[in-house]
Nanobody
């Protein structure tokens, strides 16, 4: 199974950007992480296998929305009210197991190639 990300790019502060991540096969929990220059990779948002539960980092809560379309094996991240500190490379991640700690990067088995998001202030 491979993960292919799309979206990202450049947006002004206060703007919006969508990200999507398509899996080539069946996956369970999926999530988004990001890594800014000189910083550790951090959890952004995650969703369980059915999409019934979602989780967000405090820094993006109420601004970002994660969703998934299981028929398409695709997870989305809608980013609104972007801030300069959202600038980072965003990575999609997927787990082959049904129950994981979605906020922990070590729980995921598959990773996308990363897509750059740059927010201009």
């Amino acid at each position: 199974v491979q993960l292919v990300e799309s979206g990202g790019g450049l947006a002004p502060a206060g703007g919006s950007l969508p990200l999507s991540c398509a899996a080539s096969g069946r996956t369970y929990s999926m999530g988004w992480f990001r890594q800014a220059p000189g910083k550790e990779r951090e959890f952004v948002a995650g969703t369980t296998g059915t999409g019934g539960r979602t989780y967000y980092a405090d820094s993006v809560k109420a601004r970002f929305t994660i969703s998934r379309d299981n028929a398409k094996n695709t997870v989305y991240l809608q980013m609104n009210s972007l801030k300069a500190e959202d600038t980072a490379v965003y990575y999609c991640a997927a787990a082959r197991r049904l129950y994981i700690n979605v906020v922990a990067s070590t729980e995921y088995d598959l990773w996308g190639q990363g897509t750059q998001v740059t927010v201009s202030s």
